[in-house]
């Protein structure tokens, strides 16, 4: 695990060559790497509207808190079908709260939201899609720290239910469509890969341009309720700074599906202190 142990992704590429390759994730979205495509049509969702007769399972899997999700959940927008699976989050610790794994100009969101399909036009099941090339599809969302989000709470209000590692509890049907921005249709596309091992660069990634928000009080629930260890561990791990540092680029691009200057990520990011202005300031 990378989590509590220095160095410890350091050492995945010996185990897991894949690592330690080509076409890694995450990666800095900065303006030389961003090229506008104008071919990239909104994100569709199909059957992301839950009933609170269904039930999720959420899982302490020992290096995120992760939820299963229904195979009637579909994106339809890309070139294959692909099915949900699951999704997890990736963030960082009380004190720096700055736990996104894909990052803007350099700055860190406060924490990473992955919802992880498989290309169920071809493969049966993630398992088999996980190393294929075209297996993958993942939705990420960045967090920020802003108001209160009811949606998130449908999963953070059970969080204490699963401290440990292996615990499981069962969280009703919500809308997952909720936890996505408004607009599905500005983002960063690029082909890149897992995040934890085995690393295989089987993923396509669409990356929401614009944050989410979630109160501090709900972050702290991520950052300090779980643990990487068993109940009775006598030496338990607090699960924090659970994300990868940024890889090499390796000569890809980054194609986005909003216009915007070359200059605009340049010149905001000089004045402005934070990511999310950005976001803000650039124009519609």
């Known amino acids: 695990s990378y989590i509590g142990e220095d160095g410890g992704e350091k050492g995945w590429p010996k185990r897991f060559p894949f690592c330690g390759g080509a076409f890694q994730s995450p990666i800095d979205f900065h303006s030389d790497v961003l090229q506008y495509d104008s071919t990239l049509s909104p994100i569709e969702l199909q059957g992301y509207n839950v009933s609170s007769g269904e039930q999720f399972v959420l899982t302490n899997n020992g290096h995120s808190v992760k939820m299963s999700l229904l195979p009637s959940m579909l994106i339809r927008s890309l070139p294959s079908q692909y099915t949900a699976a699951q999704l997890h989050f990736h963030w960082g610790n009380r004190n720096k709260q700055e736990g996104s794994e894909h990052t803007v100009g350099g700055k860190h969101f406060a924490a990473e939201l992955h919802i992880v399909h498989y290309n169920s036009d071809r493969y049966p099941d993630l398992q088999a899609a996980m190393d294929k090339s075209d297996g993958l599809a993942v939705l990420a969302v960045l967090l920020e720290i802003g108001s209160f989000n009811p949606s998130y709470d449908k999963i953070f209000h059970h969080i204490q239910n699963v401290k440990y590692k292996d615990q499981e509890t069962f969280i009703p049907g919500f809308n997952v469509q909720a936890l996505l921005p408004d607009q599905l249709d500005e983002y960063f596309r690029y082909e890149g890969s897992l995040t934890t091992p085995p690393c295989f660069p089987s993923v396509l990634w ?56 070359k200059q605009n990520i340049i010149e905001y990011n000089t004045f402005l202190p934070k990511t999310t202005a950005v976001f803000a300031t650039l124009p519609s």
Do not use: W, Y
């Not at 989410?212 to 924090?240: G, W």
């Not at 990868?244 to 000569?251: A, G, H, T, Y």
């Open 206 to 261: 669409t990356v929401f341009r614009k944050p989410v928000q979630v109160s501090e009080e709900q972050l702290l629930a991520l950052e300090t309720a779980l643990f990487c260890t068993q109940p009775d561990d006598p030496s338990p791990l607090e699960m924090v700074n659970n994300f990868r540092k940024i890889q090499e680029f390796d000569e890809r691009l980054v194609s986005v599906s909003f216009r915007q200057g």
